[in-house]
């Protein structure tokens, strides 16, 4: 494309690079900036220099946070005995906004995949097991993905936690609620009926 | 969504006030920036608050651009007597990637639009008749979209400007190239009868 702007040419190009949005929707993005408040485009360019600059991660789980411990490992309203081991920042939000987990997180950072060659030591295992080692930890809940790579996580973690004396649980996987049975994919449903619960009325 | 940090809610607040990116989709792009080198975020967010802070427009033809008269207008190669009459600076990146036309472009910076509320004041049309009065033009060319809305800014134009020593052209309708006369909609397939051209061979 020929801009009759380098400063224009310079914003298209830095915001196409960021995925899934290509050289036209830069420029429509660019162009949109253009007509807002000086002050609106100027807080939303600040807003980005300071996330990579600010941001930390928090010493304990791994979570990003504004200080070196994140609000959740320092609420002394949390269950310190509960660890739930997550592949990534957006999946604690995910639980979080459900309001029903009251424990705390682990973020592994990936989960072991030899095609992409991440391994155990590229995860935050090490630090996962100083925390249970250590720690008053009474369980630790897998919330990792249902994929190949997710399910050879959870089995290596599975192997180096089972001698430390805790339960070891995995979030339950079965049909979604309101779903119907005849679409359910096999696996799922195949699943679901070997790991039946007994009915609790509810 | 819950977020815990400041930081990084603060820009995926910014980042979903742009156009078609909601809130799922500013986290993902906010996750991604945080994972690029710092350098690399920096420039993203420098070239946006650039943006707002350092762009010109043309005082000529109020195209975007880094000075007071943009490239093409200063540009001596381009031929002064023609003038293309376009709504938005997005048009003149498509006819300038064609190669095809050398004159000069003037940015309206939209169409009367009764509905939006949208008159011949709030666009420059002002200014496009005191270049086409004082300078050296012959021809203005109408660029603009084939809506009600283009045909009305069309028409006003012509209106005018007639009353100048200048010819008044259109750009060509017609059915695109490489396009099917069988699955073309009626109204574009009726003007391009109407306007038939004068067979050239080629």
Do not use: W
């Not at 996580?153 to 089972?162: D, E, H, P, Q, S």
């Amino acid at each position: 494309m020929n801009f009759s702007s380098k400063i224009l040419e310079n914003a298209v190009d830095e915001i196409s690079k960021l995925p899934g949005i290509g050289k036209k929707t830069a420029l429509r993005l660019a162009l949109h900036l253009l007509k807002q408040e000086e002050q609106q485009v100027e807080m939303l360019g600040t807003s980005i220099t300071n996330l990579k600059k600010d941001i930390k991660y928090c010493k304990v789980c791994h979570n990003l946070s504004d200080r070196d411990v994140c609000e959740i490992c320092s609420n002394p309203g949390r269950k310190k005995g509960i660890i739930c081991v997550v592949q990534d920042i957006r999946d604690i939000i995910a639980i979080e906004n459900t309001g029903q987990y009251k424990g705390l997180y682990h973020v592994l950072g990936g989960i072991i995949s030899p095609m992409e060659g991440v391994g155990p030591d590229d995860l935050t295992i090490k630090s996962l097991i100083d925390r249970v080692s250590s720690d008053e930890t009474e369980e630790v809940i897998f919330a990792l993905p249902t994929t190949v790579e997710g399910d050879t996580t959870n089995f290596y973690l599975f192997k180096v936690l089972k001698g430390l004396n805790i339960s070891i649980t995995s979030i339950a996987r079965g049909i979604s609620i309101g779903d119907d049975i005849e679409y359910t994919d096999e696996v799922t449903l195949g699943r679901s009926i070997l790991n039946r619960q007994p009915y609790s009325g509810s």
